[in-house]
């Protein structure tokens, strides 16, 4: 059976072989479980989508312990999304980044004009702050089979997945099943923003801090 661990130096030195080797964890965040790998190796990328049953059409996200990663891994937050994040992350905000050149994620979903893009996001949890910067970014997905509720608890991980994920992290209950809210650039749409998802921020939340002090879309 796979373990079940807290948060310690030897669960994280654990995780951390786990991850270079290939390997799946579950992590919990601030808003429900997920499950993770390195985002950067396509055949652990594979092995979320096949132990949740996804499509692959359906994107995962890159977790991250802070905004300066954004950098290191090749990823731009566009206009106004770099105003949002000050605002909303860390937190259950997840805004669509554009790729640079130099951005060499397996999670990358091609637009079609020609940019690559990314959802990223900073989780607002202690545990989950402290297992990314033990072990990185992390491309991740909720912790549950598809079409199933996200896990809310380790144990409802563990039933969803079983062996299948090499260990798993317990933090404790989360606050909910709903998950964080999508936002993309569009400068076509109401806002220059499209809301892919709403979740735990709602929609009226993000457009009003657009407007904050006199608002505007740029920089």
């Not at 702050?129 to 079409?147: E, F, K, Q, T, V």
């Amino acid at each position: 059976m796979s373990a079940v661990c807290t948060v310690t130096d030897e669960s994280l030195d654990e995780a951390r072989r786990i991850i270079a080797a290939g390997g799946l964890v579950v992590i919990p965040t601030d808003t429900v479980y997920g499950v993770a790998c390195d985002p950067r190796n396509a055949d652990a990328i594979a092995r979320i989508y096949e132990a949740k049953g996804r499509p692959r059409f359906k994107a995962l996200q890159v977790l991250l312990a802070d905004v300066d990663q954004l950098d290191e891994l090749g990823l731009d937050l566009p206009a106004p999304l770099n105003r949002l994040a000050a605002q909303f992350m860390p937190g259950a905000f997840s805004p669509i980044a554009e790729a640079r050149a130099d951005c060499d994620l397996k999670t990358l979903n091609p637009t079609p004009r020609g940019v690559a893009t990314q959802g990223v996001r900073i989780p607002h949890s202690t545990a989950a702050l402290r297992i990314l910067a033990a072990l990185g970014p992390l491309a991740a997905s909720s912790a549950n089979r598809s079409g199933e509720e996200s896990a809310q608890s380790v144990q409802e991980a563990v039933a969803a997945f079983g062996d299948t994920v090499d260990l798993y992290f317990d933090g404790g209950p989360t606050q909910g099943h709903v998950a964080s809210t999508v936002v993309a650039a569009n400068p076509l749409s109401r806002d220059g923003i499209d809301i892919l998802r709403e979740g735990v921020i709602p929609q009226s939340a993000i457009r009003r801090a657009l407007h904050v002090n006199g608002g505007g879309l740029g920089e």
